[in-house]
Structure formats: C-alpha cells, structure tokens
C-alpha cells in the first residue's frame, strides 16, 4: 500500500481535505513506502509567496526611503564637500561657503529624527507585507471614523501651515490663531483614534485575535505616540507665543518645525490609512489564490 493510499484509508474526523497532502494532523508514519515524499511540512510557504512578499518588501522599502535619500543628498550638497578651506587666506567669514552650514540645529536634528522615524516605519511595515501572505491573515474593517479623523489631521497641518505663513508675514494674531486651531484638531484626532479602537474592541477585533489586528494597533499607537510629542512641542511653542510674550522673529522657527513635523505626520498617517484599509488585504488574497494555501 502506497503512504497515498493509507493516507485516503483514515477516517477524516477533521474536516481537513486531504485529497491535496498539505497537512497531516497526526504523526505520520514514516515506515510507510514514500511517505517522505508526500509529506508536506507545516507552516512552510510556498516559493510564489516567498516571491510575492520580496517583492512587496523591496517595493515599500524603495517608497518609503526614497525621500530620506532625497533629503540626505540635498543637504549633501549644501556642504561643498570638495572645498579646500584651509587653503584660503584670511578669516573664516570672508569665504562664504566655507564655514558651517547654514541651517539651524534645531532643523537638521528634525530632519535626522524624521530620517529615524522613517526607516522604523518602512520596517513595520515591510514586516506588514510579508506576514501578509501567510494563509491565517484576516484583514480587519477600517471603521468608518478613520476617515473622519483623516480629515481632522487634514485640518491641523492646514492650521500649521497658516500659523508658518502668518509668521513668515509677521502677523502675532494670525501664529496664535494657526497654532491654536492645529492643537485642537491633533488632540481631536488622537480622541478618535482612541474611540475608533473602542468601536473595533465592542466588534470583538482583539488585540491577540489575529496578527491583523496586532499590527492595526501597533502602527496606529506608534502613529498616535509621534503625534502626541509633537503636540508637547506645539504647546511649548503656544507657551513662548501667549504667556512669555516672546518676539514673532523669536518663535518663528519653533512655528516652522512644528508645521514640517506636522505635514510629515499627515503624510505618513496617509500611507498607513491606505495599507489598513481592506482593499489591501484583498490584493493579498488574490495573491495568494495564485498558490497553494500555506497552514
């Protein structure tokens, strides 16, 4: 008797159809001629798939560190590498070009950490991908108040962007107004968050049901935590601009930082607002109806 045939003699009390050899729920007897070759290791993905989720890899890798690269060559540039200037003579000052940068600290450490911040993402989510094509993924709903919420982060970097070109034009009233609203909108954004994880518990999308619904959570509340510090620093830069009557030439930067970090902020919530959506688990499903399931 062939392992085929012993296999097709057991009685299937699992439900398992084991027409297709892709799983034995018990031990196998290996003494049984071409067992080894039936057999099928669990959990074990198939070469399609390996192949589907490199590619999804690579090609959010490419996206997402594409603008780090941008940004580090641009102020690459910026810094005339090739300049010799202990061969010049006289003070440091008479050769523009040739001292330090020009960008404040304050700015080049933002954009440091936003490289930081960046290349932590892409590593979410290119994990994101790839524990996608695994068989016992079930993409989540996206509440109907993300899109609200979307829109409320809208408005904040909008409000930003108003208080950055209100102290560009040295309007006091029209900063304290910008940095006012984009405060309240963020803090409404992050109570939505907060209500639409609610909703999601009351429907029974537990943290631990699913490996979608862990990584729903995590790439929310790591979203929600950044969010959170920026608003301590938009709150720190209210407190120079109301109450210890500072200068505008004096917040101008701080009002500048904050409408970036802001702007960069949206941008990623976009991102993630588009890969939690259900279309996205239903590519992988199609990608996946291309290969044999994987248990």
Request: charged residues 10%.
């Amino acid at each position: 008797m062939s392992s085929r045939s012993w296999e097709d003699c057991i009685v299937n009390t699992s439900g398992f159809d084991f027409r297709y050899g892709q799983v034995y729920r018990w031990a196998y007897d290996y003494s049984v001629p071409g067992a080894e070759q039936d057999f099928v290791a669990q959990n074990q993905p198939t070469g399609r798939t390996r192949r589907l989720g490199k590619r999804a890899v690579s090609i959010t890798i490419l996206f997402l560190l594409a603008p780090i690269g941008a940004i580090i060559a641009w102020w690459l540039s910026r810094q005339r590498l090739m300049a010799k200037p202990w061969l010049e003579v006289g003070a440091i000052d008479d050769f523009p070009g040739t001292g330090a940068s020009s960008l404040p600290a304050a700015t080049m450490g933002l954009g440091v950490f936003l490289a930081v911040v960046s290349s932590l993402f892409a590593l979410f989510i290119s994990a994101y991908f790839m524990r996608m094509q695994v068989a016992d993924w079930v993409q989540m709903p996206a509440p109907k108040l993300l899109w609200f919420n979307t829109g409320v982060l809208i408005l904040s970097s909008v409000a930003l962007q108003y208080a950055q070109v209100a102290a560009r034009r040295g309007r006091m009233e029209g900063v304290v107004h910008g940095l006012i609203a984009g405060g309240f909108f963020a803090y409404t954004f992050l109570v939505g968050q907060l209500f639409a994880w609610q909703q999601l518990k009351a429907a029974g999308y537990f943290l631990a049901a699913n490996p979608a619904n862990a990584f729903f959570y995590l790439l929310t509340g790591l979203h929600g935590l950044h969010l959170l510090g920026g608003l301590v620093a938009l709150v720190l830069t209210i407190d120079k601009v109301l109450w210890r009557g500072c200068e505008l030439g004096q917040v101008r930067l701080s009002v500048k930082l904050c409408a970036v970090y802001w702007h960069y902020l949206l941008l990623l919530w976009l991102v993630l607002f588009t890969l939690l959506t259900p279309w996205v688990g239903d590519f992988a499903a199609f990608c996946r109806s291309f290969s044999p399931p994987v248990y």
